[in-house]
């Protein structure tokens, strides 16, 4: 697998493609209006010195099957960073934005930053389904069994749910709406309905997803190596100079953008 394969928000994707393994397998039809998809990591560092892998995440929750406990994950706001050693494999199901709310029963605000014991939320038939996917060694097999314990727990379509994904979506596929008034006109609700909506089925603000969509086109064109025209691209994602485009970057990322660039 190529860095560029890994995805956006995965940081220095090039040396990770050395370290792990990542697959992606799309959702049963039944289980598409709750899951984007399931995303597996394998490792194998026997020998090799462990990896810190950093993340800029998305607006989404997580359930991840893993040792030594499966977990549910919130909206990541800062920089995610997980540490690799040994080999192992994990499965992930990572759900639509919005589609947690009616698992969780409460604002998915709550979960923000936040890693849970998947077992608070489902109770100890997770264990249980987390041991059944994690002695599979076929993908395939591995998001069968996930899928088979997600049927067991999914509730009905919640329409407000699926409205902040379709908004979540609209933010990263429209490169031209740069402001939260934008965002909700274009949406069809105020600017503070649009708020309400993304802490109660996002998990993180509508300012935080315009941000962070920007952040990861800024490392995906910093990823390209030297010789980007950091102003024009500043401009481009709406910022009023690169110096803020580079506050921004380095804030979230820990390095500015060019040296980014240069590593």
């Known amino acids: 697998m190529t860095g560029s394969e890994l995805g956006r928000g995965v940081l220095h994707p090039a040396a990770a493609a050395s370290r792990f393994a990542l697959l992606r397998r799309e959702p049963a039809a039944d289980l598409a209006p709750f899951v984007e998809y399931h995303w597996i990591v394998r490792w194998d560092l026997r020998g090799r010195a462990p990896h810190e892998q950093q993340v800029l995440a998305h607006p989404n929750v997580h359930l991840v099957f893993e040792e030594p406990v499966a977990a549910v994950y919130g909206v990541n706001r800062g920089l995610f960073s997980?540490?690799?050693?040994?080999?192992g494999q994990v499965l992930g199901v990572r759900f639509r934005p919005g589609a947690f709310r009616p698992l969780l029963g409460a604002p998915v605000l709550e979960l923000a930053d936040r890693m849970v014991p998947a077992a608070e939320l489902f109770g100890p038939a997770v264990a249980e389904a987390g041991r059944a996917v994690l002695a599979e060694a076929d993908?395939?097999?591995?998001?069968?069994?996930?899928?088979?314990?997600?049927?067991?727990?999914l509730p009905e379509p919640h329409p407000a749910a699926a409205q902040a994904a379709e908004v979540v979506d609209l933010i990263t596929r429209t490169p031209g709406l740069l402001r939260v008034d934008q965002v909700a006109a274009a949406s069809g609700l105020s600017v503070r309905g649009l708020q309400r909506l993304f802490a109660e089925y996002v998990g993180a603000g509508p300012k935080w997803v315009l941000r962070r969509a920007r952040l990861h086109e800024a490392a995906a064109r910093a990823e390209q190596g030297v010789g980007v025209d950091w102003a024009d691209l500043a401009a481009g994602l709406g910022y009023a100079d690169q110096a803020h485009l580079v506050r921004d970057f380095t804030a979230a990322v820990g390095s500015s953008p060019a040296r980014y660039a240069r590593r």
Do not use: D, K, N, S
């Open 139 to 153: 993908p395939a097999a591995m998001a069968a069994a996930a899928e088979a314990f997600l049927r067991g727990v």
């Open 82 to 87: 997980r540490r690799l050693e040994g080999a």
